[in-house]
């Protein structure tokens, strides 16, 4: 026997017996989620709990995908955290060092790094030198 998921029908296999998996109730989605990141987070914060189930409209997979981010960004140095967190504020598709340098204070020579230990975080991406 085996066990084949996918968030995609798979039309292509014959043979199979299918169990769609829906959303989660909200106490469900709230359970797994304490799996995910923890009692300790979870307790911290019911309401923040709470509304990143209702974000993820209580589905499996997107409150897998926000745990795992969850766990890169508590990863990050604070200066790292700090840019992260500064980046939504900055208008258009890309940044570099110097706007990295002001959103967190550094000196250009230190905030050279800070992107790119999001990037290595895989929370940004990169194009040529942005």
């Known amino acids: 026997m085996v066990v084949v998921t996918s968030r995609r029908m798979l039309t292509g296999l014959e043979s199979v017996h299918r169990i769609p998996l829906g959303e989660l109730s909200p106490d469900e989605a709230a359970a797994f989620l304490t799996t995910l990141v923890g009692p300790e987070r979870a307790q911290a914060d019911p309401a923040a709990l709470a509304d990143v189930a209702r ?5 499996r997979l997107a409150l897998r995908v ?8 508590r990863q990050l140095t604070p200066a790292g955290a700090r840019l992260f967190r500064r980046l939504s504020l900055v208008p258009g598709p890309d940044t570099g060092a110097p706007p990295a340098a002001r959103l967190t204070g550094q000196h250009l020579y ?3 790094d800070t992107p790119e ?13 942005r």
């Open 117 to 129: 230990e999001l990037v290595e975080a895989g929370l940004l991406g990169t194009d040529r030198d």
């Open 55 to 59: 974000c993820c409209r209580h589905l």
């Open 66 to 73: 926000a745990a795992a981010f969850d766990l890169s960004y």
């Open 110 to 112: 230190d905030a050279e």
